[in-house]
């Protein structure tokens, strides 16, 4: 049995009331890694997501950051981030987001992320259309990278990686309106889709972040590729691009410049 969009809406809205209540209590805060921490409210909109679709959906293989990888069959997979935005939302900066995605036989068919900061809920479902709370989005129509509006992000190693992006992120801030750092892969990707923004890049990243948000870019008539162009990018090492189309070569030209 396969979930409706209206289901995984639900899903998302539910976990983000959870992040809504618990923004502005204490936080107990863990470290993964030196810029990499996890937050009590991580694990409890995990744990109320993974329970809901344990229970409905118990053949179902579910990737969420938190818990990994739970082994199900090959047809049904779940991408889960249970927080976007989890150093935003530590430090009381209200810009974060629940990412959830559903694919079937390896096509992403279900996406929903949810802001619960400004009650925003984008949602896609593959060749039916993108919406933000039920109403129909699309890509901007820029055409002039001078004009454009980016969004980026940094990998959490980029105090010991040689790959740390801010060779482009300068780059770009120079031959484009301006290039901004958001905290939510998730939200920079909608926020493309929506029109907001007009393109997007991030290297590194995890299924979890993007699974939903690129679907939801592409319903929205946006290009997701990875730094090479090749539409083939739902895999390790997960570098991204999505844009509206008449952005995104540019982005592919920027990146690969010599
Ligand atoms: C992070 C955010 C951030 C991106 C990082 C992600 P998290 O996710 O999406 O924008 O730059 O690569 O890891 O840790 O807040 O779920
Ligand atoms: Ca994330
Ligand atoms: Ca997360």
């Not at 996890?38 to 997501?49: F, L, M, P, W, Y």
């Not at 179902?60 to 818990?67: A, G, K, Q, W, Y």
Request: proline fraction near 5%; glycine fraction near 10%.
């Amino acid at each position: 049995m396969a979930p409706s969009l209206e289901y995984v809406i639900d899903l998302a809205r539910k976990a983000g009331e959870i992040l809504r209540q618990g923004f502005t209590e204490p936080h107990q805060i863990e470290y993964k890694g030196i810029n990499d921490i996890v937050t009590e409210a991580d694990r409890q909109s995990e744990s109320c997501i993974l329970g809901q679709i344990r229970g409905d959906f118990p053949q179902h293989t579910i990737v969420s950051e938190e818990s990994g990888l739970l082994s199900g069959t090959d047809h049904d997979a779940w991408y889960i981030d249970p927080l976007d935005g989890t150093t935003n939302f530590a430090h009381g900066v209200p810009i974060y987001s629940v990412s959830i995605a559903y694919a079937r036989n390896g096509r992403l068919v279900l996406g929903v992320v949810y802001d619960p900061m400004q009650n925003e809920c984008f949602s896609a479902e593959l060749g039916k259309g993108a919406w933000l709370n039920g109403k129909p989005i699309r890509v901007s129509q820029e055409t002039d990278l001078n004009k454009s509006l980016l969004v980026t992000g940094f990998p959490a190693s980029i105090r010991t990686s040689r790959v740390t992006n801010l060779d482009h992120f300068a780059w770009f801030s120079l031959h484009s309106m301006a290039v901004r750092r958001l905290g939510s892969a998730a939200l920079d990707l909608v926020y493309v889709g929506a029109g907001r923004m007009d393109g997007y890049w991030e290297t590194s990243i995890h299924s979890w972040d993007i699974a939903a948000g690129t679907l939801i870019v592409q319903e929205a008539g946006g290009l997701v590729t990875n730094l090479e162009g090749d539409p083939d990018f739902f895999k390790p090492p997960y570098n991204l691009i999505a844009a509206t189309p008449g952005i995104h070569h540019f982005i592919v030209e920027g990146l690969n410049r010599k």
